[in-house]
């Protein structure tokens, strides 16, 4: 479920979270209510506005409104939102008038921060521990849990069984055998015109975000709130990256870009990164000849890597009924399990929250599905809430410079370094 105001394609949903390295695009103005309600509940106790985001697939909106009429200690209003949620939610926190609860990306640190979300750690601890704890991270701040996740998408690279035998390339396991895999892939293949890797159209500037840095063993921010890639290591895999646009082993100028399974269907390419919202869609059109990995490892410290990311659910802290809110959260998002499972694999292609779920999906428990659930509990990362939008811009900044460019992976990452270092002393001091 997942399309994007991020450039991923059609409809717009939760996989807009790992466009741009989990960055959400803003766009558009703010949108009056209009027809976008729903009326939930039983009709009796107390009134509660509940705000989504627009998805694209198919029923998902039917769905949230039924969960919501299910609910019978309040009157719970769904509101579908169209257009720049971002902004309508943060401009209605501001306002008496805005939602009772509402999703978000998150929650977004300067809301935390600015007081307008409220604590849910006890709506959560029964079973705190059942979520996905990648995803979890970034929804606590100061040891308290600010939003509830939902579920959980991720990233993986998919690659064609048949075009690898066929060029005696094994699946790689690191980034040294991607980088070799997809030079050969394309050279064996050269006959064909198939590349031998597929990272978006701009050669996996605006996909692969920290990524790399997980795969070398670092991070973008690391726990103890300091700069997570201030180390040679960097440089070194970042450059390996560059070495794939060098090569001319990437696909480039495909007619859908990485969100769409389209060019890897299509025998454009031997691998390409995407989301798990494809796995349907090109078992479909290819059986069994495909598989799945993570990241490849990079170094003596590395480890895969896979980025996660889910929208949470938040109460809003100007709500008139703070109690009913948390309890109509707590209800949805933790105990009603059937709900969660039903969100997650009824309208695209998606994991639950609570691993405990993600092993009990029958869709979920063999094949490469399997293997996409063990990759996002095993080598799941998420954004943490101190990288900052102005952070995640310089860095995508430099990626661009260095993979596109061939610019100094060191000097480039030295500035951000710096960048960070100073949004980090900013944020720090609220």
Not at 2 to 11: I, Q, S, V
Not at 27 to 55: D, E, F, M
Not at 225 to 246: C, W
Not at 331 to 348: H, I, K, N
Request: aromatic share 8%.
């Amino acid at each position: 479920m997942a399309g994007t105001g991020t450039g991923l394609g059609g409809g717009v949903g939760r996989r807009r979270l790992l466009a741009a390295g989990g960055g959400i695009a803003v766009g558009g103005v703010l949108a009056a209510c209009g027809s976008n309600t729903g009326r939930g509940g039983s009709g009796s106790g107390p009134a509660i506005s509940q705000w989504y985001h627009q998805y694209g697939e198919p029923g998902a909106e039917q769905a949230v409104k039924r969960y919501a009429a299910a609910y019978k200690k309040a009157d719970v209003t769904v509101q579908w939102r169209l257009g720049d949620y971002d902004r309508q939610s943060a401009a209605a926190l501001l306002t008496d008038s805005g939602p009772d609860v509402f999703e978000v990306n998150g929650p977004l640190l300067n809301q935390i921060q600015g007081g307008q979300v409220v604590d849910l750690t006890a709506e959560i601890e029964p079973v705190k521990d059942d979520f996905n704890q990648a995803v979890l991270a970034p929804k606590i701040w100061r040891g308290k849990v600010w939003g509830i996740p939902q579920v959980v998408d991720m990233q993986m690279l998919y690659y064609r069984k048949s075009m690898l035998r066929d060029a005696g390339v094994e699946p790689p396991q690191t980034l040294d055998e991607l980088v070799d895999a997809a030079r050969k892939l394309t050279s064996k293949l050269s006959a064909k015109k198939v590349k031998g890797l597929f990272l978006g159209n701009d050669g996996g500037v605006g996909v692969l975000s920290g990524t790399p840095l997980f795969a070398a063993g670092l991070s973008l921010i690391s726990e103890d709130g300091k700069v997570g890639f201030d180390d040679p290591a960097a440089a070194r895999v970042l450059g390996k990256i560059r070495q794939l646009y060098a090569d001319k082993s990437l696909l480039l100028g495909a007619p859908k870009d990485w969100s769409d399974p389209a060019a890897f269907i299509q025998g454009l390419t031997a691998m390409q990164w995407s989301g798990l919202w494809a796995l349907p869609q090109i078992k479909k059109a290819l059986g069994d000849d495909f598989g799945v990995l993570p990241f490849p490892k990079d170094g003596a410290s590395g480890k895969p890597s896979v980025p996660v990311g889910a929208y949470a659910a938040a109460v809003s802290a100007r709500s008139k009924r703070k109690a009913e809110a948390k309890a109509y959260a707590k209800w949805l998002w933790v105990e009603r399990s059937d709900y969660q499972l039903d969100f997650a694999l009824s309208y695209g292609f998606h994991i639950p929250a609570r691993v405990s779920l993600a092993k009990k999906a029958g869709e979920l428990r063999t094949g490469a599905a399997a293997d996409a659930v063990r990759f996002a509990t095993e080598y799941g990362y998420a954004e943490p809430l101190l990288w900052t939008s102005a952070d995640r811009t310089a860095y995508q900044d430099a990626l661009s410079r260095i993979i596109k460019d061939g610019a100094n992976p060191e000097s480039e990452l030295k500035a951000v370094v710096r960048k960070v270092n100073a949004e980090l002393q900013r944020v720090g001091k609220k």
